[in-house]
């Protein structure tokens, strides 16, 4: 074996020290943002932005480039100069969302998702240090869980933008300068704190913590790193190259030649094991020219508990072929109204006989609610992810109640599917898959005949706190199991032959 396969992950290095380091509010997390937890906004992107109606964002895109050079300054302030100004603090606030949900959340990086989660879990006090503005990184913050932001404020009046800076643009001695002031103020210790920048700008900010880290880093920090003996980290970039989409193009062939070969091998008029054929064929076909492997624990319970309500954490759309790789056979999938008319997608969901949910309508929800109930009183399983949508990152969304009045009103234990990965293999809205590992993992089923209306929102945050919990204590890289689930039970369902992996490890 190469030296290259044994070398340890330095982005697991630091996340076990981290773990096995001292904790507490004192010790401090200092993150750049574009280029550190997001990759950056290209010129490029910002023009197909506004190709596809992205308009609304547009005037929070400059300056999220990632890159720290003095044209990066400028950018800063040309954009609250000439762009903002005269324009109302409402008009921005309502761009936040649709910035985060096309461009942010699309490129940002797990790895830097799960730093952040590894500080938060040590009880360290996580800081967004930034040259970019609050418009632009409050609803990120929000969605890692950041409390304290130090960037760039554009100067108000009268509810509108003046084109002047409130103070200083939050950029090299100045972003330094923050940090001191910041670590005297909440009592940090600079000496036993982490820093993360990937510009050699921030190199002052990262001299002041005991823990400097170089992410992604340009020329500039380096070569700083290199002499100074920092760490580097390197975060794989999200754009795709030509391996993953040719990958992604052979997977969505192989999803239709899957599906055209059902029907013509088809020799029973069973509609339902034309079905299920269905469900192994094109998830197993798809799934493997996508370059994905699927290591499953716990895989037994996908068949022990039959019907049941298998529920499942939607990261990502390649999760309508994990659960039918996983169930295989005998379950009704419950999808939302638009994927009915989705591209190749849309037939073959409406083939297999897929209950649609469209929540605009009134009593469109129950009806389809009523539909399963009487599916699963004949013995057909169900599932559904209780979300209700893709997440636009890791973080888990709340759940809505559908599947646990289901659940409920039918009798029938839940399953949950604890899905790790899958965002990495396809974020939300993204088109090209990267092919690697997903992992998941199968709880135990969960008696639901004790289950009552007055009890249903305690039942729906146990639930969570399950799926919680499971993605906080998943295997680590030595294969150590689950506390619940002991090493003799599980199953592993591969593509490949099983391996040793650490869910997000590259």
């Given at each position: ?376 009183h004949r013995g057909r399983s169900v599932a559904i992810a209780p979300e209700g949508r893709v997440s636009a990152t890791p973080r888990l969304q709340d759940f809505k109640k559908g599947a646990f009045h289901l659940a409920a009103q039918a009798g029938v234990p839940m399953v949950p599917i604890v899905i790790c990965n899958a965002g990495r293999a396809l974020w939300r809205r993204a088109l090209i898959v990267r092919p690697g590992t997903i992992d998941v993992t199968i709880l135990d089923p969960i008696d639901t005949s004790s289950w009552a209306q007055e009890n249903l ?50």
């Open positions: 074996m190469s030296d290259a396969t044994t070398a340890p992950n330095p982005v697991e290095a630091r996340l076990r020290e981290i773990h096995s380091g001292p904790g507490g509010p004192r010790i401090a997390a200092f993150f750049d943002f574009d280029g550190t937890i997001v990759e950056g906004v290209t010129p490029a992107r910002v023009g197909l932005s506004r190709l596809f109606g992205g308009n609304a964002a547009s005037p929070l895109l400059p300056g999220l480039s990632g890159r720290k050079r003095a044209t990066h300054y400028l950018s800063v302030q040309r954009m609250i100069a000439e762009n903002w100004r005269g324009r109302p603090t409402e008009e921005l606030m309502e761009a936040e969302e649709q910035l985060f949900q096309n461009h942010i959340a699309r490129n940002l990086y797990p790895e830097a998702w799960e730093l952040v989660r590894a500080h938060q879990r040590a009880g360290h006090t996580v800081i967004l240090a930034t040259s970019a503005t609050g418009f632009q990184t409050r609803r990120l913050a929000a969605e890692l869980g950041i409390d304290h932001i130090l960037c760039t404020e554009p100067a108000v009046s009268g509810g509108r933008i003046t084109g002047e800076i409130d103070g200083e643009i939050v950029w090299e001695h100045s972003k330094a300068d923050l940090v001191e002031k910041f670590a005297v103020a909440h009592e940090i210790d600079l000496a036993e704190s982490f820093s993360y920048s990937n510009g050699g700008v921030d190199t002052p900010m990262l001299r002041l913590t005991g823990n400097p880290t170089a992410v992604n880093p340009d020329r500039a920090l380096a070569y700083e790193a290199t002499g100074q003996g920092w760490p580097i980290l390197r975060f794989e970039r999200r754009r795709p190259g030509p391996y993953r989409i040719v990958r992604t193009l052979l997977g969505a062939l192989a999803m239709v030649a899957a599906a055209a070969a059902t029907f013509l091998c088809s020799l029973t008029s069973d509609r339902r094991a034309e079905i299920d054929r269905m469900y192994r064929w094109v998830s197993t076909a798809t799934l493997r020219c996508l370059g994905l492997r699927v290591r499953v624990i716990g895989g037994h319970k996908a068949r022990a508990a039959r019907p049941a309500v298998f529920v499942f954490n939607h990261q990502s759309q390649i999760d309508s072929m994990i659960i039918p790789y996983i169930l295989r056979e005998s379950f009704t999938p419950v999808v939302t109204i638009k994927a009915k008319h989705y591209p190749v997608f849309g037939p073959l969901l409406r083939f297999v006989g897929t209950v649609f949910i469209d929540r605009s309508t009134p009593g469109g929800a129950q009806e389809a609610l009523n539909s399963l109930v009487t599916q699963l929102d305690e039942q729906i945050a146990a639930v969570r706190r399950l799926y919680l919990d499971t993605l906080e204590r998943w295997p680590d890289a030595s294969g150590a199991s689950l506390p619940s689930e002991p090493e003799n039970q599980h199953a592993v369902v591969a593509l490949d032959p099983p391996h040793r992996h650490r869910p997000g490890s590259r």
